[in-house]
């Protein structure tokens, strides 16, 4: 189980620290300022073009992950029937175990040899 945690740990570091250096040198290279204008609004606002850029993959990040969220609804759903009928099952084995103990005390009440 260590194992497993400390490749997950190496395989995030190394996935992480290319995709940071990709966006501090993406911001260093684009920190001209640019005029944002929204169609029907009065006005601009200017910001940085990195802002922009980092912004804009925020923005896509988020819709993906409510997508990728929405998508796994159905199996959330099994999952949760399948933890129900499991806790029913455990609940009617408990109920057998009880009803075993029962029959088998009375049989041995009943084969026990009277003195």
């Known amino acids: 189980m260590a194992t497993r945690s400390r490749i997950a740990k190496l395989t995030a570091?190394?996935?992480?620290?290319?995709?940071?250096l990709a966006v501090v040198l993406f911001a260093v290279s684009n920190r001209h300022v640019v005029a944002l204008e929204f169609w029907p609004l009065p006005g601009s606002l200017e910001v940085p073009l990195y802002v922009v850029g980092l912004l804009t993959m925020v923005i896509g990040f988020l819709i993906g992950g409510v997508i990728a969220w929405l998508g796994?609804?159905?199996?959330?759903?099994?999952?949760?029937?399948?933890?129900?009928?499991?806790?029913?099952?455990?609940?009617?084995?408990?109920?057998?175990?009880?009803?075993i103990d029962k029959a088998r005390s009375l049989i041995s009440t009943r084969a026990a040899p009277a003195e």
């Open 72 to 99: 796994a609804g159905e199996s959330r759903q099994r999952a949760r029937a399948a933890e129900r009928d499991a806790r029913g099952l455990e609940t009617q084995l408990a109920d057998a175990q009880v009803e």
């Open 13 to 20: 570091t190394i996935l992480t620290l290319p995709i940071t």
